[in-house]
């Protein structure tokens, strides 16, 4: 009789962890539907983040700025005019941004018929270390925010090349020399 007990305990015993993994096994199938579902609903986002990424459509008119260099003199896009312009988007944070920077000072002393303009996302104190630490001859304006959304600058560092007739023939993310030399020569003269 005892060995009845266990039996039918036994049974009940296996009949529940059979249930256990058919209910374990719905949930996963579930769960994965439920994944596949919101990966697709989420294509759509990536999508507009990825062009977003880029900023904005080469061909169109680069928004004109007046900002505040490194010394506290007022500098404006217009001020290049006639000029081609490598306008560089970077953090005084970046990592990224911190290993471009001799690369985009050697880019400025090769280049002479390229005028390089960085904003740089920084305190006033910090702009003016970095300018003095690296060297930069070129200006090294104060960041606004209302033009990084104009430029629609989603990253650092973040760059674009501006024809003389203030036109933006390329951008892209860049951080070496030879990525600058790339960008500019790919955005043609």
């Known amino acids: 009789m005892a060995e009845s007990k266990t039996g039918v305990l036994l049974l009940m015993l296996m ?9 374990i ?12 579902q919101v ?9 507009g983040a990825m062009e977003q990424e880029m900023g904005l459509e080469i061909g169109t008119q680069a928004p004109d700025f007046t900002l505040p260099d ?6 404006s896009l217009d ?8 306008l560089a988007f970077s953090s005084t944070d970046c990592r990224a941004c911190t290993e471009m920077y ?23 104190e910090e702009n003016q270390q970095l300018v003095q630490a690296q060297g930069f001859t070129f200006p090294v ?6 033009v990084a959304r104009d430029y629609q600058v989603a990253g650092t560092p973040f760059l674009y090349v501006i024809d003389a007739e203030g036109v933006i ?21």
Do not use: C, K
């Not at 009949?15 to 209910?23: D, F, K, Q, R, T």
């Not at 990966?39 to 999508?47: E, I, K």
């Not at 001020?79 to 490598?86: E, N, T």
């Open 102 to 124: 001799p690369h985009l000072t050697a880019f400025s002393e090769n280049q002479p018929d390229v005028q390089v303009v960085m904003i740089s996302q920084g305190s006033a």
């Open 25 to 36: 096994i719905g949930l996963f199938i579930r769960m994965n539907q439920l994944q596949s």
């Open 141 to 146: 304006l104060a960041w606004d925010d209302s």
């Open 70 to 75: 490194a010394a506290g003199q007022m500098v």
């Open 79 to 86: 001020d290049f005019a006639g000029q081609r312009v490598l």
């Open 39 to 47: 990966l697709a609903a989420l294509v759509p986002l990536q999508a």
């Open 15 to 23: 009949g529940i962890v059979i249930l256990l993994m058919v209910a």
């Open 169 to 189: 023939t390329n951008a892209d993310f860049a951080n070496t020399l030879e990525q600058l030399e790339a960008l500019v020569e790919s955005g043609g003269r």
